[in-house]
């Protein structure tokens, strides 16, 4: 399908350069709406065509597609999610001002939420992902409206499978497109089972057996779950929490407030879920407020200035920024503590201030000075305490461990409801500005591929997710109507699954006791691992060297696979022999260190990606202008 934006009078002599995005989700959105943006200043009368390549519709990609369930959530509020730039974002380009998703759904979007049956979420909702899907489509056509005639814009609802060194990209259909310019916004990639994953699927299979590896709840077959069956679920993540959704209302069972406490009531073809992970606790919900003066602050300790002077090169994650991340988080949270809520400390902020500036959260001078200076436990911070709530916590049975993540579950609904907290949320803020930082020293190099791979990609990445990125509250406290009415156990910490003749029999260290079932669910993504890949187009690249990967060794042995895509500091794809591709452009979740990849932007909050997305387009543009080459026809 071809679209052309507000038709002018396109140049008869000048040869129209050609742009190929793979990928058309919300990445690619953002980087065509900075290109709409700058594209009078700096693209002049010069005609282009993009072409945007990918199996489903433009604008939500395959995640935030149409076609799923209506039950599944975002785990954002409708106001902390925008597509558009403001007045807060640091960029070259001009801003141009569009709708957050709070707006749009009472505005543009009023009509088309009313069309497809959807009710409009208020502010503070956490909106279905279906209303999100017809956001990002709407952004989609106006993002194209709004590029000058010169510019065409044709979509192709299929995959790249190939990409020469000359800039041909092949499609599956074997249509072939000669590109100036590529831009690979991926998204989340699917990838291989391991061989640990294989042999549960075989074994399974042998026996009778239902194994589910991981994957995208929404994707997966959940039909050999049968009804009043055990099932030990690994992963207490988002993926988990769609899984609950989807077996539960999912398969027609209902909620009421009506005796005042959420009750669940099952159609009766729910299984019963025991369920644990490393941590053995669900994510923290989100936060259910906001407050005056917590907006997101440059980092004061993790800067780059701080990295420069720690010396050139590649530095020690554990050693030398791992400490840093530590004092930067402690450092939000206590001082958001004693500025708020100064009724709740013995000290000034100067004296406490001078002791944290001078130490780091484990010495014991801090966590003396913590003790006195901030006399409620609730009111401090640490870092190891809140990674792993249960670590070295034992339990007589299963009965007491129920109780214990049940308790947990219900101060975190009360905590992150209450701005008397607000400590939280500036903890919230700081972790989204670190994770800007370490973006850019990855693509500076500052980091080693064993760092960049264990450390951020998997550790620090699990650690953000578990207390940044959990659920909406209503969906834990439906966990907890669900553990009621007996549908949902809890199978504890570090929870390891092993095969006794005919099922699966789960166990976690800290309490005693098996769980058996016919059935075991790994409800988690897949690890990120490029080596691994099943897009043909990221193989085939990898195997010509136009994308770099290796795989890591750790130093204990152990295969930490490929990790994520290379790119430099412009995002510019890294060869395998190390050298930079001018052409090849990578963004989104699936490159390391892209700005941006932990969600989507809220609106007044400088997001690191608008950022990105606008200093890509810009190159773009410059590229397409100053380029040597006559430009070449899209086929």
């Known amino acids: 399908m071809t679209t052309t934006a507000p038709l002018d009078v396109l140049s008869s002599t000048a040869t129209p350069a050609t742009v190929v995005f793979v990928g058309g989700g919300p990445r690619a959105v953002g980087v065509l709406e900075r290109f709409a943006a700058s594209a009078d200043e700096l693209l002049g009368s010069r005609p282009v065509r993009v072409h945007v390549v990918d199996p489903y519709p433009a604008g939500g990609g395959r995640i935030w597609r149409r076609a799923q369930s209506r039950l599944l959530w975002m785990n954002s509020m409708a106001s902390d999610v925008t597509i558009f730039t403001d007045e807060s974002v640091e960029c070259e380009g001009p801003v141009v001002a569009g709708p957050a998703l709070d707006q749009w759904v009472v505005g543009a979007?009023?009509?088309?939420?009313?069309?497809?049956?959807?009710?409009?979420?208020?502010?503070?909702?956490?909106?279905?992902?279906?209303?999100?899907?017809?956001?990002?489509?709407w952004v989609w056509d106006r993002v194209v409206k709004s590029l000058p005639g010169t510019v065409t814009v044709e979509t192709h609802l299929e995959r790249a499978v190939d990409l020469s060194e000359e800039h041909v990209v092949r499609l599956e259909s074997g249509q072939e497109i000669q590109a100036d310019l590529v831009v690979l916004a991926l998204g989340y990639l699917d990838r291989r089972p391991t061989e640990e994953e294989v042999a549960w699927g075989n074994v399974a299979e042998e026996r009778g057996l239902t194994y589910l590896g991981p994957g995208y709840t929404a994707d997966v077959d959940l039909s050999d779950l049968k009804p009043g069956e055990n099932v030990i679920v690994r992963g207490l993540g988002q993926a988990f929490i769609d899984l609950l959704v989807l077996l539960t209302e999912g398969r027609g069972g209902w909620y009421d407030e009506c005796s005042g406490l959420l009750t669940?009531?099952?159609?009766?073809?729910?299984?019963?879920?025991?369920?644990?992970?490393?941590?053995?606790?669900?994510?923290?919900?989100?936060?259910?407020?906001?407050?005056?003066?917590?907006?997101?602050?440059?980092?004061?300790?993790?800067?780059?200035?701080?990295?420069?002077?720690?010396?050139?090169?590649?530095?020690?994650?554990?050693?030398?920024?791992?400490?840093?991340?530590?004092?930067?988080?402690?450092?939000?949270?206590?001082?958001?503590?004693?500025?708020?809520?100064?009724?709740?400390?013995?000290?000034?902020?100067?004296?406490?201030?001078?002791?944290?500036?001078?130490?780091?959260?484990?010495?014991?001078?801090?966590?003396?000075?913590?003790?006195?200076?901030?006399?409620?436990?609730?009111?401090?911070?640490?870092?190891?305490?809140?990674?792993?709530?249960?670590?070295?916590?034992?339990f007589t049975g299963r009965a007491q461990l129920d109780q214990t993540v049940v308790q947990l579950?219900?101060?975190?609904?009360?905590?992150?409801?209450?701005?008397?907290?607000?400590?939280?949320?500036?903890?919230?803020?700081?972790?989204?500005?670190?994770?800007?930082?370490?973006s850019v020293?990855?693509?500076?190099?500052?980091?080693?591929?064993?760092?960049?791979?264990?450390?951020?990609?998997?550790?620090?990445?699990?650690?953000?997710?578990?207390?940044?990125?959990?659920?909406?509250?209503r969906r834990l406290e439906e966990l907890l109507a669900l553990h009621r009415a007996g549908l949902i156990r809890f199978a504890g910490p570090d929870l390891t699954v092993a095969l006794d003749n005919d099922q699966f029999v789960g166990s976690s260290p800290a309490v005693p006791g098996e769980i058996r079932a016919r059935a075991f669910v790994e409800a988690r993504l897949p690890r990120p691992d490029v080596l691994a890949s099943t897009d043909p187009l990221l193989t085939g690249l990898l195997d010509t060297g136009l994308l770099a990967a290796d795989e890591l060794i750790a130093g204990d042995g152990t295969s930490l696979g490929g990790g994520q895509l290379k790119a430099d500091s412009q995002c510019r794809a890294i060869r395998a022999d190390g050298s930079v591709h001018?052409?090849?452009?990578?963004?989104?979740?699936?490159?390391?260190?892209?700005?941006?990849?932990?969600?989507?932007?809220?609106?007044?909050?400088?997001?690191?990606?608008?950022?990105?997305?606008?200093?890509?387009?810009?190159?773009l543009l410059q590229l397409l202008t100053t380029s040597t080459k006559a430009g070449h026809h899209g086929s």
């Open 109 to 137: 979007g009023a009509t088309v939420l009313e069309e497809a049956g959807i009710e409009p979420p208020g502010a503070m909702d956490f909106p279905p992902r279906l209303v999100q899907a017809e956001y990002l489509a």
């Open 264 to 394: 669940y009531h099952p159609s009766g073809d729910e299984p019963i879920l025991y369920a644990g992970s490393r941590r053995g606790v669900p994510y923290h919900a989100k936060l259910g407020y906001t407050v005056a003066g917590t907006t997101p602050v440059p980092t004061r300790y993790l800067t780059k200035e701080a990295l420069e002077q720690l010396g050139d090169g590649v530095l020690d994650y554990t050693q030398q920024i791992r400490p840093l991340i530590d004092k930067e988080l402690t450092y939000a949270h206590y001082r958001q503590l004693f500025a708020a809520h100064p009724e709740r400390t013995t000290w000034t902020w100067e004296e406490f201030f001078t002791v944290l500036d001078r130490t780091v959260p484990t010495d014991e001078a801090f966590r003396r000075a913590a003790a006195q200076a901030v006399p409620a436990e609730a009111d401090h911070f640490d870092l190891a305490a809140v990674d792993r709530p249960l670590a070295g916590v034992g």
């Open 409 to 438: 579950i219900e101060n975190d609904l009360l905590r992150r409801a209450d701005p008397q907290h607000s400590p939280d949320l500036a903890v919230f803020n700081a972790l989204l500005s670190v994770y800007s930082v370490l």
């Open 441 to 473: 020293a990855i693509t500076e190099g500052r980091l080693s591929d064993e760092d960049r791979v264990r450390h951020v990609e998997t550790d620090w990445h699990g650690f953000f997710s578990f207390v940044a990125s959990g659920p909406p509250p």
């Open 582 to 619: 001018d052409e090849l452009f990578l963004l989104g979740p699936s490159v390391s260190g892209s700005a941006g990849s932990s969600g989507f932007s809220r609106p007044y909050f400088n997001g690191p990606g608008f950022r990105q997305n606008d200093a890509v387009a810009r190159r």
